[in-house]
């Protein structure tokens, strides 16, 4: 409820039948007078409801908000279109208030979305299952790291310099607690430079961790990485955007053996960070190391079909030394806004959605490419995000850009030096062809 009040005939009531007079004595025998405040809040005057609401509409107009900004934003997090029918189902209470399905009697509604997304994540990744799901991108990576050092019984693995930095970050973290090496492969341009990663992958590498598109927008050589993972008996991790896989070849085609990605970008709110959703799908022969929860088809006592969860890995349900993870919730609503996404979309639709992506940020490359002291940092295809190099560095730009109600490209530099003043630039099906003009525009005139 969003307000319950209470009279003071209420409270006087209680008190009563605690047996004590005021608010002071309940509190006198357990809490010391030295640690109490003894002085009024120092809180404003109190507001009426109308009077509250009209405030906090004004403090939240001090927030640059992607209705009234044109966003450019990208590295993990992007203003696409969400259809209003996803907010309606997410806000149903038998959705919005649902935790774990554990009696799967009462909760066939929400494990059967579970297993519908699970399936349209196995059919776009190309891989035989999908759990359900993960905390965000970064912790799918991390996760997938663990896997192959388990399955290979392995120390080390190569995560490529072209992944985003907070995966690297969070991956780093995960290796550092279970004794495993982490080893950087770096860049030639904007992508990963094959011939160091073919002297970094040994025998004693677990797995081989990259992210397409990457970071800086632009597509890897997957099928020439796999090989030489696979060759020296690794595993391939993929990171992928959902998005793209409507018109890149699924992972499962080009033989990863784990696909992750970050699934805010299918449904999901931009929402300042978060919450988001982390997809994971993997092999048949991985099916037990795999992390989360996943729901199972199977038939009841009358033999109806019915929904159950199934291949629990984690403490709560099996010994402690055989658990793959210690995740012990997931990102139910999230991914259940993903599920609404994908069936209203369809699969021309999410097609079309892809290629408005592509077909709008290569006309916004093209232009910004025209600008004097402007240029595209690499030359390698990339899919709905670049990275240009600019004659100002990033930070001063954007400056400038909000300025003229818009949010402009993340600041490469900061995490790729090698990339003198570079922005990475996502341009999503939203942003219209007088948007993308704007923003050439402003970018003109920056100084």
Not at 430 to 446: M, N, P, S, W, Y
């Amino acid at each position: 409820m969003r307000y319950i009040p209470i009279t003071q005939a209420d409270k006087e009531a209680m008190l009563r039948d605690i047996g004590v007079t005021s608010t002071e004595e309940l509190f006198a025998a357990n809490i010391p007078a030295d640690v109490r405040l003894n002085r009024p809040l120092n809180l404003p005057p109190a507001l009426t409801e109308m009077e509250i609401l009209a405030h906090v509409r004004e403090l939240t107009q001090a927030n640059v908000n992607l209705q009234d900004y044109a966003c450019f934003l990208g590295g993990g997090a992007y203003d696409h279109y969400i259809p209003s029918a996803v907010e309606t189902f997410l806000r149903r209470g038998e959705f919005l208030t649902a935790y774990t399905p554990y009696q799967p009697e009462i909760s066939q509604g929400v494990l059967q979305v579970i297993y519908e997304y699970q399936s349209m994540i196995c059919e776009l990744t190309g891989m035989d299952l999908s759990n359900a799901s993960m905390y965000d991108g970064a912790s799918a990576l991390a996760e997938a790291a663990v896997m192959v050092t388990s399955q290979t019984g392995r120390k080390k693995v190569v995560i490529a310099k072209s992944v985003s930095p907070n995966y690297r970050r969070v991956v780093k973290t995960y290796m550092h607690g279970i004794g495993v090496e982490v080893i950087e492969a770096p860049l030639v341009g904007c992508e990963l430079d094959l011939n160091k990663l073919a002297g970094l992958i040994t025998e004693e590498v677990a797995g081989v961790l990259v992210q397409m598109p990457n970071f800086l927008g632009h597509i890897e050589q997957v099928k020439a990485i796999e090989a030489m993972t696979h060759q020296k008996g690794a595993l391939f991790v993929v990171a992928v955007d959902p998005i793209s896989l409507a018109v890149l070849e699924a992972p499962g085609n080009y033989g990863a053996d784990i696909v992750v990605a970050e699934g805010q970008s299918l449904g999901n709110y931009t929402s300042f960070g978060g919450p988001y959703l982390g997809v994971m799908a993997t092999r048949e022969k991985m099916s037990r190391r795999i992390p989360g929860r996943i729901v199972g088809a199977t038939l009841d006592t009358r033999g109806q079909r019915a929904f159950v969860l199934t291949l629990q890995a984690r403490e709560q349900h099996i010994r402690r030394e055989k658990a793959t993870s210690n995740i012990c919730s997931n990102q139910a609503l999230n991914a259940m806004a993903a599920t609404v996404y994908l069936s209203l979309v369809g699969k021309e639709g999410l097609r079309e959605v892809a290629n408005l992506c592509l077909q709008k940020a290569h006309y916004a490359a093209a232009q910004i490419a025209k600008l004097p002291g402007y240029r595209i940092a690499c030359k390698s295809a990339f899919f709905k995000e670049f990275t240009i190099s600019a004659p100002l560095p990033a930070d001063q730009i954007n400056k400038q850009l909000l300025e003229k109600k818009i949010i402009g490209g993340f600041p490469s530099s900061v995490d790729y030096p090698e990339l003198h003043n570079a922005m990475t630039i996502a341009v999503t099906e939203k942003r219209t062809r007088a948007e993308i003009d704007a923003l050439v525009a402003a970018l003109g005139e920056v100084k």
